[in-house]
């Protein structure tokens, strides 16, 4: 790891692609045969890893035309794509349609008809799938919950019951089934099987209620993983029976693919791969705390913190040239007193990466290692704010060192408004 720093300096991000390929390869075991698996780009959008996952039959969702690019560029089969989110504009789908894509989940009926003259503009059959906000979900054990609260995400299991056009083929619109994502970073990994099996009862409900029998089911996800911290993946090997049952009992057809079964996961495929480094710029105390200020802010971690969606991030000493991982080393266990803030270098109280670090005596030029940052990192962060540039990534395979680059903010001149 010391060796990339010196060469390119910090923030950096390095990524290894082996630790995406068994992330990959170890969630397909847990997940029931046969079934499809989607990657979310939003959890970290750069193409050699979105290629690394394609290469292993891992497909492409995506939520927005910067994410269409990225997948496109990674090689991803245009057909193969998922379109989910809400708030897609006429726009967004014209473009993805044009480019190839076919297959969008729908969030409203409003959406619908969007989607339907995209559709039409673009003189293209497109196959959809209607995002269920079902009710029910198991309490207890859940990161964030998308839906089985009041959200903006799907239609609420009631309102999909009733329009009848919600589920009919209309122009150039085809139904071809039902999404869900519940809730995301389950890390239990019984509640996230009742997730599933509550998804599944949800949807045998639908088809009872409308007639309408689904040629897939997007179960999502909510696959888990650690954040910024050290720690390790739970282990999902359970749900395979779980889910199997399931299904047999809902669509006993499913092995045969009537419906189909998809998966969706971000985080859990790509967060053990990452690791930030990061330079200690300042070490001083205030009122009794000591203060270290890192060169990675808000901007290269942890943009979403304002949410209150993020934990603690744990940096380590980075002391060796990357071997071990030194799990384990950044759990905080010195009195509070003692405990270090974990700042940035952005001119503002909020960019604060950990209130109560545990790092002993760093000094100015210390480097730090912040690991399981491959998924959320960069590209959830407050990238242009202060206007400092963008961390560099690289991609290593084993030893071998196969990608570098640094994303750019740019300004564009719009025609038309200069005078
Ligand atoms: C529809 C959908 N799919 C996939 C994801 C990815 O979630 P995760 O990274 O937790 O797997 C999300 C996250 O918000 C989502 O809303």
Redesign the pocket.
Known sequence: MIEYAERYGTPLYVYRLEKVREAAAALRRALPEPCRL?Y?L??NPHPRIVEELAAVGVQA?I?SSGELQAALAAGQAAADILY??PGKTLRDMRMAIRAGVRRF?VESMAERSRLADAAADEAKDVDYLV?INAPGAAAGGT??R?TGVPSQ?GIDFDQACVPPELFRAAGRLRPLGM?F?PA??VADPAALAREFELSVETAAAVRAKTGFVPSLIDL??????PFARPGDLPDYSGLRQVLETALDRCFPEWRHGRPAIAF??????TAQCGTLLTTVLDVKRSGGRTYVILDAGTHVLGGMSGLGRIMAPAAVPCTDAGRGDGMGEGACSEPAENATTLVGPLCTPLDVLNRSASLGRPEAGDLLRIPNTG??GLTASLLAFLSHPPATEVIVDGADEVHVRRLEVTATQLKGVEE
């Open positions: 989607y979310s939003k959890a969702e939520s989910t989110g989940s995002r990161g964030l998308m995400f999404h994502f995301t970073n999502g996800g909510g696959f888990a993983a969706e996961s971000g985080r859990h495929l998924a959320y």
